[in-house]
């Protein structure tokens, strides 16, 4: 019987050899487009010990981060030269990294930002854009017309007696946050 190694590699081949054949009847920009959403996706799936290994601190490049870690979800520019790259490991994943570039264009920090010290500096009266820029994009967004309020979750890995919950942040209808929460995740039967 094939373990679960092995029935991964097996389904890897295979989606590799699809895209083999499908980029052999694409012109060059369809090939280039193709083999770039294989990368996305490949990278999307990429175990975390793969998408890390060898960057360095005060060494690796920009270019070298977004080779090692695909193309990132957001990426914020600011005035003194740093960029913040945003990766996460979802749609449910428990995990968001946010890479730190100097304005000399190296590595600075990694940062998994799904913590409860983040979670903990989320406060009344901050935009979206802050919590954005905090925590990453959410797992899931659900708005409430009726309430009025729209509710940002993120799935993280919060230990103890439940594995893994989510971290919830509700929005009045200003934008501004109001309150936050925390559930459970529901399992099926």
């Not at 895209?19 to 487009?33: I, P």
């Not at 060898?54 to 030269?81: F, K, N």
């Not at 995990?95 to 940062?111: C, E, N, Q, Y």
């Not at 009045?172 to 946050?177: F, Q």
Request: aromatic share 8%; with cysteine.
């Amino acid at each position: 019987m094939p373990t679960d190694a092995t029935s991964r590699n097996r389904l890897f081949a295979v989606a590799a050899l699809c895209a083999c054949l499908a980029l052999t009847a694409c012109n060059d920009r369809q090939s280039e487009l193709a083999v770039q959403k294989l990368k996305d996706w490949f990278n999307s799936i990429k175990p975390e010990s793969m998408l890390l290994r060898g960057l360095t601190r005060g060494v690796s490049t920009e270019a070298q981060i977004r080779d090692q870690m695909g193309r990132p979800e957001t990426e914020r520019d600011y005035p003194d030269g740093r960029k913040r790259l945003e990766y996460p490991r979802g749609p449910a994943g428990l995990h968001t990294f946010m890479v730190d570039i100097g304005p000399d264009g190296r590595l600075k920090a990694i940062t998994q930002v799904l913590t409860a010290a983040n979670f903990a500096k989320i406060h009344a009266g901050m935009s979206e854009d802050e919590v954005r820029e905090l925590l990453g994009k959410p797992t899931g967004i659900a708005v409430y017309p009726l309430k009025p309020e729209t509710v940002w979750s993120w799935h993280w890995f919060e230990g103890g007696v439940n594995q893994d919950a989510y971290f919830n942040v509700h929005f009045a209808p200003d934008g501004l946050v109001y309150t936050t929460s925390r559930s459970d995740v529901i399992r099926g039967h």
